[in-house]
Every structure is written in C-alpha cells, then in structure tokens.
C-alpha cells in the first residue's frame, strides 16, 4: 500500500478560515491596528505574513522591536476584542463542515482542532457552535512553544488523538497552517476562503477546495472506503 492510498485514520481541523470563514473580521481587526500605531498593514499582508502565527510572536514582527508583557498582552486583547466585536454576528461553520463533521463523527473517525487562536477566540467559535463535544482534542496556541509553520501543533493534535500524523488528514487556509501541517507528515487539504489554489499547492496541499461540500474521489475513499 503506497502513501497516496494508506486509509486516513483522523481528521485535525484549523479554525479560523477553515471550520469558519471568519478571516475578513480578523484582517479587519488587524489593519485597524496597525493603523492606530502607525503602521502600513493590508489584510493580504497579515494574510501572507502572519496568519497562523501565535500573537506573541506576530506583534514584535509588526512593530519591529520585542514587547513588555503587559503592552504585547493590551494590544493583543485590543485587536481579540474588536475581532470578536466584528465576527460574533456572523457566527457560523463554514459551508459543508457540519455535514462532514456528522459523517466524520459517524464513521467513528476522531477529530481534532490545531488552532493559533487565543482562548477567548476559542469559546467564540467552537463554545458558541457547540463543538466542544465533537472534537476529541483542542490544541490552542498555549500548548506549543512555537506557531505555524513549524508543525507543533499539528503534531500535538496527532498525539492528542493517538494516530500517526501521516494518517491524519489535515484541513487548513492559511499557507504558513498549510507548511505546519505538510511538516508534520500529514497530507493536506488547502481551503481558498482565504488564499488561491495555487499558492495553497505551492504550501503543500495535496488537495484544494472552496468549502467542505464535495470531497475528492480520492479522501472519499481513504476517509470513508468509497469508491475505488
């Protein structure tokens, strides 16, 4: 059995961008930001640069210049805060990934969230959609000393759910989430709610998709067993 036909034995999901299409509302919130402190920032900048790294590690690269404490911490929850202000209205899976989660969930397939995302972030999405449950293992940025695109997380979402990351099927948006996932050995799937097929493949996505409603020949029959 070669690697492209090896079942896929686990799911590990990203957040943002992936189960939810949300990432407008936190380019938003990063722009106002970087504006109020002078900066030159526009959302395919963070998109490319940063999306997917943790806060801590996102703001001294903005600003140029290591953070106290108490400043990297208020500016973070300053741009949390709006992102949350700007999103919670908007809160919803993103198109098809119920329906998958369900089959996933019925298949006895166990799943796991690796997001950047900070806790209250976390409650918003997953608490307020009643996911808590479904997921075997949420991994949050506070669990890895380094974040995307090294493969920490991912990594601990493969041991969190006791399968080899090479049978774990990984769903992610962003391109430095996509190279996370790649080098922890597992194949990829590339969401284009936030950037194109193109780059997404050039990351690392062995597949690409705008949403969660049709799988690929290919997943249907390494997740499920159908098809040839």
Known sequence: MTPSDTPLRAAVFDMDGTLVDNMVFHNQAWVALARKLGLSLTADDFQTRFAGKKNEEILPELLGRALATDELERLADEKENHYRT?????????????????????????????????????????????????FHRIVGAEEVSRGKPFPDIFLAAAQGLGVDPSQCLAFEDAILGVMSARDAGMPVVGLTTTTSAIQLRQ??????????????????????GIGS
Do not use: Q
Not at 93 to 104: F, N
Not at 206 to 224: G, K, M, V
């Open 203 to 224: 990351a690392g996505a062995l597949w690409t998709l705008p949403d969660f409603t049709t799988l690929p020949p290919e997943l249907e029959s390494r997740l499920f």
């Open 86 to 134: 700007l999103y919670r209205p908007h809160l919803r899976l993103h198109r098809g990934a119920e329906a998958l989660i369900s089959r996933l969930r019925a298949a006895g397939i166990p799943m796991a969230i690796a997001t950047a995302a900070p806790h209250g972030n976390r409650e918003l999405v997953i608490d307020g959609l009643g996911l808590r449950p479904v």
